[in-house]
């Protein structure tokens, strides 16, 4: 799971399914990552921990707790995320207090009272293993020691170790080493610097008789880095030491035709565009190189109420002159679309349903992709609406779908007569696309309104449709 199936945050799945081995970059919507899947693997971890600690499952519990569930949480009303999207251009959707409660409300009530755990574990030889720099107090009754751990971790390397005894006691302290430190590793008891010993397994040894006062310094170097989503160099991730930067897009949706902030150069040293902001901790500003302007860019935990990008296209000079050509080309057909509409319904939204009385079966659901609302139904159901029409000649119904959905079939009816099937086989993910359906010109000749229904096929799902128009010719 971790190696094939893990986005950059530490969540895995899609829609809650998982897909082929290393194939994630067509898989990034606003259904990324449920919170329940991550919420298990921290569980397995520690499982996996105990039987066998190694550095390796710590790097990934720090991945997973700092930027998928930490994440997960409005720190103001305290609600929490079913899925936590990836798409680029994104934005968190929380739950609310009365209205829901999936499972990863559920999970993420306890994922939020958790924190203290997987920080240390005692080993049977009487070893002590720190596996995360949380600032913390354990209490060893046992030994009657006091260890307290003092850190401003992540927004410093350095994590102070002050000991409390009764007598002198000897333990031997074992401290994983993170996979992402830069450079030299130090330690320091009562400042005094000392030689760092490594176990194969990846964790920093110390042994000696700890005595009231005691203070082990450890310094753990970080800095920028990329990584890739694993079926496409080109697409990247930043990163700061174990922490996922975000950049921050603001508060209004990206354009859906123009696409959202891109990296435009050939340099693909972080270091060199991406450059620290004064007294903010975990905070950096790109450098000339984001398109169509600069962004901020923050821990990804600390993200609630914009829309960001944790995922980043690299584009050419070239690639770009072609994406603003194609976003000129597409304005000019979304006008001349508008020219030619005599009405449009945005289904899913309360008062344009009320507005073309809409009637719907039951299982008929309304859901969102992208920040656009669409309309659902299923077991054989249908919903239908009403939709003003162009008496004096052509009429032709246009309906919006979405690549990511497949394996659904449904016909569309205009004043009962069937018009025309339409099956949903998947497309470009995370892509809207419109098809055309001519009306026949004696079902709206001399009408001013017709009813047009969705039908779902036995077994199917119709839809999801985001919205209809009827254009004239």
């Excluded at 994406?323 to 509409?341: F, G, L, M, P, V």
Aim: charge should be positive; charged fraction near 25%; glycine fraction near 8%.
């Amino acid at each position: 799971m971790v190696n094939q199936h893990t986005y950059v945050i530490g969540g895995n799945s899609n829609y809650e399914y998982c897909g082929d081995p290393g194939k994630l970059n067509d898989r990034l919507s606003d259904n990324t990552c449920e919170t329940c899947n991550t919420y298990n693997m921290l569980k397995l971890t520690r499982m996996l921990f105990l039987l066998q600690p190694s550095a390796r499952l710590g790097d990934y519990y720090e991945r997973a707790l700092y930027n998928h569930i930490l994440a997960s949480q409005h720190p103001q009303s305290g609600m929490m995320c079913y899925f936590v999207p990836l798409r680029m251009g994104a934005r968190k959707t929380f739950s609310s207090p009365f209205n829901t409660f999936t499972c990863c409300v559920g999970s993420g009530m306890e994922n939020h009272v958790k924190y203290n755990e997987g920080i240390y574990y005692e080993g049977e030889d009487g070893s002590l293993w720190v596996n995360l720099f949380i600032a913390s107090e354990l209490n060893l009754k046992n030994r009657e020691l006091i260890i307290r751990q003092e850190t401003r971790f992540p927004e410093n390397s350095k994590v102070d170790f002050v000991f409390s005894v009764k007598k002198p006691t000897s333990l031997e302290l074992k401290i994983r080493k993170p996979k992402w430190v830069v450079g030299e590793v130090t330690m320091e008891i009562n400042g005094k610097k000392l030689p760092v010993t490594t176990t194969a397994d990846g964790f920093l040894v110390i042994s000696r008789k700890w005595k009231t006062g005691d203070r082990l310094t450890l310094n753990l170097p970080m800095n920028l880095y990329t990584e890739s989503i694993p079926d496409n160099p080109n697409r990247i991730a930043i990163l700061y030491g174990p922490i996922v930067l975000a950049g921050v897009l603001g508060k209004e949706m990206p354009d859906p035709v123009y696409g959202t902030t891109v990296l435009l150069t050939d340099n693909r040293n972080v270091q060199s565009w991406l450059k620290p902001i004064a007294d903010q901790p975990l905070a950096f500003q790109t450098q000339q190189v984001a398109r169509p302007q600069d962004v901020k860019l923050v821990p990804f935990y600390k993200v609630f109420e914009d829309y960001y990008n944790v995922y980043w296209d690299f584009f050419t000079p070239a690639d770009w002159a072609k994406r603003q050509q194609a976003y000129e080309a597409e304005k000019k057909r979304q006008q001349e679309i508008e020219n030619r509409t005599v009405d449009w319904i945005r289904l899913g939204e309360m008062q344009p349903e009320r507005d073309h009385n809409l009637r719907a079966s039951e299982r008929s659901y309304a859901s969102q992709a992208l920040g656009r609302s669409g309309r659902e139904v299923r077991l054989g159901g249908y919903f239908e609406f009403d939709m003003k029409t162009d008496p004096s000649g052509p009429n032709t119904l246009m309906c919006t779908y979405i690549g990511d959905d497949r394996n659904r079939a449904f016909d569309f009816l205009v004043d009962g007569v069937k018009i025309a099937t339409q099956e949903l086989t998947g497309g470009e993910s995370q892509r809207f696309f419109d098809v055309e359906y001519k009306i026949p010109l004696e079902l709206t000749r001399g009408k001013q309104k017709v009813t047009v229904r969705v039908q779902a096929h036995t077994g199917k799902t119709a839809g999801r449709v985001f919205g209809c128009r009827v254009l004239k010719d």
